[in-house]
C-alpha cells in the first residue's frame, strides 16, 4: 500500500528532476529549508497544502497536475493490492528491470506540465 505522503513525494521530485533543479534551488525559491523538502520528498514529512502549493509554485506546476500524478499512483497501487498482482504499470516496470514504484516522466516542450505515460 502506498502512503499519500509518498506519493505526493515522489510526484514532487520527478517534477524537480525533470526540470533538472536541484533541492536548493527549490527550496530557496519555495522558501522552505532544504533539509524539510527533501522529507517531504522522501515521503518522510506530511506537508500542508501551504507548503504543497509553494513548492508547485517554486517548481512552476499547478498543483493539480501533482494531484493527477499522486491519484494514478494511488490507483495503480490500490489495483495491485485488489488484484493480487502487479498493476499493469508494475508489471511493465518489473519485466523492464525497474523498480516497482518506478514512473516515466517526460517533460511537455515547455514545461509547463508533465506528460505522464504509461507502459502497456
Known amino acids: 500500500m502506498t502512503l499519500l505522503r509518498e506519493a505526493i513525494g ?9 526540470q533538472s533543479r536541484t533541492l536548493r534551488e527549490v527550496s530557496t525559491s519555495a522558501r ?13 514529512k506530511e506537508a500542508s497544502s501551504e507548503l504543497l502549493a509553494a513548492i ?20 495503480d497501487s490500490d489495483a495491485a493490492d485488489a488484484d ?19 514512473r516515466i516522466v517526460i517533460p511537455a516542450p515547455k514545461a509547463e506540465r508533465l506528460v505522464l505515460v504509461q507502459a502497456k
Open 10 to 18: 515522489d510526484s514532487l521530485r520527478r517534477a524537480r528532476i525533470a
Open 32 to 44: 522552505v529549508s532544504l533539509g524539510y523538502l527533501s522529507e517531504v520528498e522522501r515521503g518522510r
Open 56 to 75: 508547485c509554485q517554486a517548481l512552476d506546476m499547478p498543483l493539480a497536475q501533482v494531484l493527477v500524478d499522486v491519484s494514478a499512483t494511488m490507483a
Open 84 to 102: 493480487g498482482a502487479l498493476a499493469p504499470a508494475a508489471e511493465a516496470a518489473a519485466h523492464a528491470g525497474l523498480a516497482e514504484h518506478t
